[in-house]
């Protein structure tokens, strides 16, 4: 159910500062949005499956603390973040 390599590496291509860069805050977050989606889509299927449900949970929750994070520490790049990310409407 999680992303498969090939997806990952996209991502970090696209939101990553360096090459090879997984530890910044942007690429932490995008990475973890993906994983949400594909999450999400696995809930609409079957929607009874509570330890998915509960796994999303705990990743939307790391993903709010790493936003927290990233307003506090540079307003600008979060708000490049969600744009780029279409979070908040």
């Known amino acids: 159910m999680g992303l498969d390599t090939a997806d990952k590496a996209a991502v970090i291509k696209e939101y990553g500062t360096h090459e090879g860069d997984t530890g910044s805050t942007e690429t932490q977050v995008a990475i973890l ?3 949400i989606k594909v999450l999400t889509d696995h809930l609409r299927v079957h929607n009874h ?10 990743i939307v929750g790391r993903r709010r603390r790493l936003l927290q994070y990233l307003n506090g520490v540079d307003v600008n790049r979060y708000r490049n973040l969600i744009n780029r990310l279409g979070l908040r409407g």
């Open 49 to 58: 499956d509570e330890a998915t449900r509960r796994g999303l949970r705990t």
């Open 33 to 35: 949005s993906e994983r």
